[in-house]
């Protein structure tokens, strides 16, 4: 009877040894990003486990401060990251390295400068309270429009916070007005019974926002296939959502925590980039929708600002060697 076990276990040991080597892991690649509704194709693609075909597993790690996100990355935290391209430039203009691999999304809207009704226009922000967090897109924004209006963050008062921490500081009447995004924004609209509107968004400055996928540099020629199925997941996502809005906006309202029709909303106050047209961002253009413009005026703000003490140089942040490939 011992004996009989000890050969089962024997026989169990051998059969489990031989069915772990014989299956193959897929690889892990840590994702860092904000709740955002730009990046619902990604959303889309971890719901339905759209990565598995190429033979990757992405763990979605979501960060409450998008100003956190750079050093994580720097640090290996996380493999690679969401954000946007003014944060790429900031980090670079410290001495990190970020390559932007693909261009995610435009915002149009979805960001955007709030103030209750006794506030219209952004002049009138002058010596008034204005929330936002530093060094994030709410930051960039802002200072986009205190520039074009012969401002700067000198002529008001700046209240520190998280993007998410914005609408409950509004609707205290802790600040009269405050910087923040999508889901954010509309609930700040919401809250506020007509009290709030919109004085300022990105869908006034197309590409000044733009959301990128950034690896550090050393990661480039050393994760190309990770890399590559990463962004095969995110067009297939793209194509799902243009396929099946309806299907896919349930799965989208779940990843940030609003409803489906709530997510329908939300997502016109994005662009997301096809791969046909990505090529244009990495092109020298005319318009901001080209990183060569947009970096240029980032490039402007956070020196400005004293937020970096040398400008950083565009090319150098970019790598279209995947759009490259994926188009082929």
Known sequence: MHLNTVVKKLLITTAGALLVSGAHAAPTLKLGLTTWIGYSPFYV????????????????????????????????????????????????????????????????????????????KIS??????????????????????????????????????????????????????GVTYEPNVSQILASGKGKYHVIYSSREAPGIITDVLAFDAKRIGKDDKQIMALMRGYLDGLAYMKAKPAEAAKLIGKAVGVSDK????????????????????????????????????????????????????????LDDRYVKALLK
């Open 124 to 177: 009138q922000l002058k010596g008034k309270k204005v929330a936002y967090a530093p060094l994030s897109p709410s930051d960039f924004l802002l200072a986009y429009a205190l520039k074009i209006n012969g401002m700067s963050d000198k002529d008001i008062q700046p209240v520190n916070m998280t993007p998410e921490a914005v609408p409950a500081a509004m609707a205290s009447g802790a600040t009269p007005a």
């Open 45 to 120: 693609a971890d719901a339905l486990n759209l990565y598995k075909k190429y033979d990757l597993k992405v763990s979605l790690q979501t960060f409450t401060d998008p100003a956190m996100l750079p050093s994580a990355m720097a640090g290996g935290a996380i493999d690679g990251a969401l954000m946007t391209y003014d944060q790429v430039v900031g980090a670079a203009g410290q001495g990190q390295n970020f390559k932007v691999v693909m261009p995610v999304d435009y915002s149009y809207g979805g960001d955007a400068v709030l103030a209750d009704k006794s506030i219209t």
């Open 262 to 317: 709530e997510a329908l909303e939300q997502l016109t106050g994005v662009y997301n980039i096809p791969l046909a047209e990505m090529p244009k961002t990495y092109a020298k253009g005319k318009d901001t929708t080209s990183f060569f413009v947009s970096g240029e005026i980032i490039n402007e703000l956070l020196l400005k600002n004293g937020q970096i003490k040398k400008a950083a140089a565009i090319p150098a942040t």
